[in-house]
Structures are given as structure tokens and as C-alpha cells.
């Protein structure tokens, strides 16, 4: 099983500024790598796929980079919707897809 | 707009089958561009993939609940649902159907790009 491990797990970062949210993989990927942010009592909304492509309506304030086993989610400035936690999916070996543990960001 | 809607019983006895329903509406389950899916989340915790079935009845299991999970699908009825056997105090958790891309989704195949809303079940002794 390839086990996505990200970090930090929890981060706090103030309105406005950048925040930067990390996934390694156990073994490469390539750039099959999604991530997904979810609120509160919601389930969780597709961002980024490709490892960089944005999902359809998302704000471009949102980037994701990387290949292999490092990947990347950057928001540039970020909006007071933005406090969620984040998690990163690997479909490279599908059908068994698996998720990263989540990052929570939360407001400083 | 496609919208998934989990159902079935949110209390479920230990050793007992928790048995889960998922209706498509908004599209067709029988559409061969997509893949269906059960995945879960413990209360605070992360996601984890159960398994999926394509609308043909191909179904593919995670390796850590196969010997326990049954994906089924009515295309009849525009449904698939999850069995899961001989169920314990770990498998109380919220979980969620959905629908994943396939094929014709270049660079996509497995992403998840449609979620229920959850439906959360708890395992009693």
C-alpha cells in the first residue's frame, strides 16, 4: 500500500498571508495525486488533480506542484473560507486509492 | 447537478452486517465514464477507501476489508450499496458514497469529483 504522509498537521497562518501544505508518498506516484479540503459537517471538495490542474470553480489562489513522491498545495492569500483541513489522495495505484492523514488550517 | 444520498440504519449490533445504500440522481449510474465508491472517515479522523464497482458490476475492494466488504449495483434502481460483515466498534464511522472518474478522464482516473453528504453508522455491543 502506498502511504501518503503530510505535514504539518496542523498549521496556523493569518488572513491574507500564504500557506504552504506539504504530501510525500511511500513510493512515486508520478502526478497522480489529488487534494481535497473539507469544513465542518461537510464532505470534502475536489480542489486539484494532475498533482496542478484546479478543479472546476476552484479559485486560482489555489496551486498544487510536484511529482513522484513530493507534492506541494499552495494558497497564496488566504480568505477566511479557506480554514479547513486539507488532505492528499494518490490514484496512481488504482484501484487502491489512499489518502494522507490531513492537514488543518486554522486561522492565527 | 449530480447528487449522491446515502441510507440505511445508523445503529448497527457488533458481529452484525451494516448494510448501506447509495442513490444517484442527476445522472446515471450506468454512464461509463465513472466509477462508484464507498469510502469512510472515523469521527476527527482521516479517509479511507473502502471500495468501488463500475456500473457493470466489476468491483474493486481495499486489501485491509476485503474479506469483510459486498459493493453491489442496481443500475434498475440507480444504486450501488455496501455490505460490511461481521462489524465491530472500529467500524463505527462516518461514511460517504461517491463517484470517481475513470477512463476518459485523462491524468484523472480514481479522482473523486462527487461526494454524498456522509451518513454516519455506530457499532453497539
Known amino acids: 500500500e502506498i502511504v501518503m504522509t503530510q505535514s ?6 493569518s488572513p491574507g498571508e500564504r500557506a504552504t501544505l506539504s504530501c510525500r508518498a511511500s513510493q512515486s506516484v508520478s502526478n497522480n495525486l489529488a487534494w481535497y479540503q473539507q469544513k465542518p459537517g461537510q464532505a470534502p471538495r475536489l480542489l486539484i488533480y494532475g498533482a496542478s490542474t484546479r ?9 498544487g506542484s510536484g511529482s513522484g513522491t513530493e507534492f506541494t498545495l499552495t494558497i497564496s492569500s488566504l480568505q477566511s473560507e479557506d480554514f479547513a483541513v486539507y488532505y492528499c489522495q494518490q490514484y496512481n495505484n488504482w ?4 489518502f494522507g492523514q490531513g492537514t488543518r488550517l486554522e486561522i492565527k | ?10 445503529l448497527v449490533k ?7 445504500s447509495c442513490t444517484v440522481s442527476g445522472g446515471s449510474i450506468s454512464n461509463s ?5 464507498w469510502i469512510r472517515q472515523p ?7 473502502i471500495g468501488s464497482i463500475y456500473y457493470s458490476g466489476n468491483t474493486y475492494y481495499n486489501p485491509s476489508l476485503k474479506s469483510r466488504v459486498t459493493i453491489s449495483v442496481d443500475t434498475s434502481k440507480n444504486q450501488f450499496s455496501l455490505k460490511v460483515s461481521s462489524v465491530t466498534a472500529a467500524d463505527t464511522t462516518l461514511y460517504y458514497c461517491a463517484r470517481q472518474l475513470g477512463l476518459s478522464a485523462p491524468g484523472a482516473f480514481g479522482v473523486v469529483d462527487y461526494w454524498g453528504q456522509g451518513t454516519l453508522v455506530t457499532v453497539s455491543s
Open chain 1, 8 to 13: 504539518p498537521a496542523t498549521l496556523s497562518v
Open chain 1, 55 to 63: 478543479a472546476t470553480g476552484i479559485p486560482a489562489r489555489f496551486s
Open chain 1, 95 to 98: 484501484p487502491t486509492i489512499t
Open chain 2, 1 to 10: 447537478q449530480l447528487q449522491l444520498q446515502e441510507s440505511g440504519p445508523g
Open chain 2, 14 to 20: 457488533s458481529s452484525e452486517t451494516l448494510s448501506l
Open chain 2, 33 to 37: 465514464n465513472y466509477y462508484w465508491g
Open chain 2, 43 to 49: 469521527p476527527g479522523k482521516g479517509l479511507e477507501w
